[in-house]
């Protein structure tokens, strides 16, 4: 063979192969920066539907080849489940207990709007330090021991309150219970996230735990609200906190979190020096910040109107002792949002749905704000804690979504701890408000932090950044 047929051969194959390219590439330029080598060969990036293609085949392939659980794994899995579940459900009590007592607390003490929201103050402290810490304590102490360090601050914090202290003891304790709850919800939001079975039903059932959690605590609490030993009420969260204590440690015996992920039978990745995650590399990323911000905004929306809305109807509707049961009501509807909800979040789409959530519940908002009947304002109160609902599962879902995964855990871990600092936040900025301008004002500030979570929401990326 010539060499003259040799190269023809190759110029044929070589017309053939563009030719077979070119319209899938028509439209492409050729910048000397894709040339490798200043020679002729090409390397066309991949067009979006390519990207998107590939990807739905990997994870339909990951989803394939995961490992069939024994029946051990799959009682494990379980029971780490409903630990973190009654974990969670130990956090909602603590925020459903502050609405139906803060009337109480506040004639007890003979504290002003102002003064009494220091306890959202002092719970924000705790909320922060415990966001801000979360990963060094992750990282020394690794997953279990982080979670009991938690539940053992509530323990504390709870000790000091059953007995009615003054004032200043009394509040302090909400630095500890905080601090606990924000590691305790940090360590199980990134444990959730990571699994590869059904997260997303999962993170939906997780949360409903911390609703169920809310909406049983004011039915206590509004008839503790209403005895002399008042403060006995939290001999009831002292024994609920307990109880949790005692399951972090049977069930998840101090160890790291890839090692309880294992026992449940879950594939753990290979890690390598680059993978793991700082504060710095959290901290970093655009999308941590606006999903934090949005988290943050949106528990606080939550906590308000589970914290005021007994004291708005008391004050503004003339609702007597039995008012209490509106916060339950809310945070009851805000259980059954975050699982009938579920199908609905995934026809609609998770990112679409949060809008058409938010402009419901500003409508029903202003019903509350402009409708003065008592019963009008608790039903509508209802629904919108069911719209509500499911907005921060799907915040966590979508950050497991646009969030590289060696930094997953971390970042995961600082929205849920930020976040829970809008729960202070927002409900002392409400006391405050209050003290000057009467309580009518919760209302529009209602509506303008829910607008202002759509505006976020939009702000937050839909597609997670290309890793080069």
């Not at 606006?290 to 708005?312: H, K």
């Not at 007597?320 to 026809?347: C, D």
């Amino acid at each position: 063979m010539t060499m003259d047929t040799t190269v023809s051969k190759i110029g044929i194959q070589k017309n053939s192969l563009e030719g077979s390219l070119r319209p899938a590439t028509r439209s492409l330029q050729r910048p000397a920066s894709n040339l490798k080598g200043g020679s002729d060969e090409f390397q066309y990036p991949p067009t979006g539907q390519a990207l998107a293609t590939s990807t739905n085949a990997i994870e339909s392939k990951s989803s394939e080849t995961l490992p069939t659980l024994t029946s051990k794994q799959k009682t494990i899995a379980t029971v780490q489940f409903i630990t973190l579940c009654w974990t969670l459900f130990v956090a909602g009590w603590n925020d459903g207990t502050t609405g139906p007592l803060l009337s109480r607390i506040q004639a007890v003490y003979g504290l002003n709007f102002a003064v009494v929201s220091l306890i959202f103050v002092f719970s924000c402290v705790g909320f922060i330090t415990g966001a801000i810490s979360n990963m060094w304590l992750t990282d020394k102490l690794g997953f279990g021991k982080t979670l009991v360090l938690g539940s053992c601050c509530q323990l504390v914090a709870y000790s000091i309150q059953c007995s009615a202290p003054p004032f200043p003891a009394f509040v302090f304790a909400y630095v500890l219970n905080g601090f606990g709850i924000a590691v305790q919800d940090a360590q199980a939001n990134g444990f959730v996230a990571v699994l590869k079975r059904s997260p997303e039903t999962k993170m939906g059932v997780l949360h409903a735990a911390y609703g169920l959690g809310a909406f049983a605590a004011p039915l206590a609490a509004t008839q503790f609200a209403q005895l002399p030993r008042w403060s006995f009420h939290f001999l009831v969260s002292l024994g609920v906190s307990i109880l949790n204590t005692v399951l972090l440690v049977v069930v998840f015996r101090f160890q790291k979190q890839d090692e309880c992920l294992k026992q449940a039978g879950e594939v753990i990745p290979e890690r390598t020096a680059s993978d793991e995650a700082t504060f710095k590399q959290v901290l970093r990323n655009r999308a941590v910040h606006f999903l934090a911000i949005f988290v943050f905004v949106y528990v606080g929306v939550e906590v308000t109107i589970g914290g005021w809305i007994v004291t708005f109807i008391i004050q503004e509707r003339q609702g007597g002792p039995s008012s209490g049961y509106i916060s339950s009501g809310f945070f009851g509807g805000l259980t059954v949002g975050r699982v009938l909800l579920l199908w609905v979040n995934k026809k609609i789409g998770e990112r679409r749905v949060i809008y058409i959530y938010a402009v419901l519940s500003i409508g029903l908002e202003f019903i509350v704000w402009f409708v003065p009947s008592l019963i009008g304002n608790a039903v509508a109160v209802s629904i919108v804690g069911v719209l509500l609902g499911p907005m921060f599962a799907i915040a966590i879902n979508h950050a497991s979504r646009v969030l590289p995964r060696w930094i997953l855990t971390g970042s995961i871990g600082w929205i849920a701890g930020f976040g829970q600092a809008g729960s202070a936040v927002l409900p002392f900025m409400t006391g405050a408000i209050a003290e000057k301008h009467g309580l009518h004002s919760l209302q529009p500030l209602l509506v303008s932090m829910m607008g202002f979570m759509m505006v976020l929401w939009y702000l937050v990326p839909s597609q997670p950044r290309r890793v080069d």
